[in-house]
């Protein structure tokens, strides 16, 4: 088992900011990728930012300019730093790590965390 744990949300006024911390632990051999999902009130779940081991990223376009993907491959963490937040970004946010567990022969794992909520309001 890969464990995937996020923190760093909470309440914070329009246009401020807020950064999101991810670690992942267990026997991991790899990590391929690492990601940001939001599920906000009755709404579909939908892919925020994502990294890769070669540092390549990915943004949805509503946070694009806005947040900034990172990953300290020694931390197995990842992170997410917003900035200029709205109110359309309240959401449920949840990690996803994929990559090798350090069995062998390695085998591989695609792991969520259990979310943090982040809150933008006056």
């Known amino acids: 088992q890969v464990q995937v744990v996020e923190s760093g949300g909470g309440l914070v006024q329009p246009g401020g900011s807020l950064r999101l911390s991810c670690a992942a632990s267990g026997m991991i051999f790899s990590i391929n990728a690492m990601g940001w999902y939001r599920q906000a009130p009755g709404k579909a779940r939908e892919s925020v930012a994502a990294i890769t081991s070669g540092e390549s990223t990915n943004y949805a376009d509503s946070v694009k300019g806005r947040f900034t993907i990172s990953r300290d491959n020694a931390k197995n963490t990842v992170y997410l730093q917003m900035a200029s937040l709205k109110p359309e970004d309240t959401a449920v946010y949840y990690c996803?790590?994929?990559?090798?567990?350090?069995?062998?022969?390695?085998?591989?794992?695609?792991?969520w965390g259990q979310g943090t909520q982040v809150t933008v309001s006056s």
């Open positions: 996803n790590v994929r990559g090798l567990r350090s069995t062998l022969p390695p085998t591989e794992f695609n792991s």
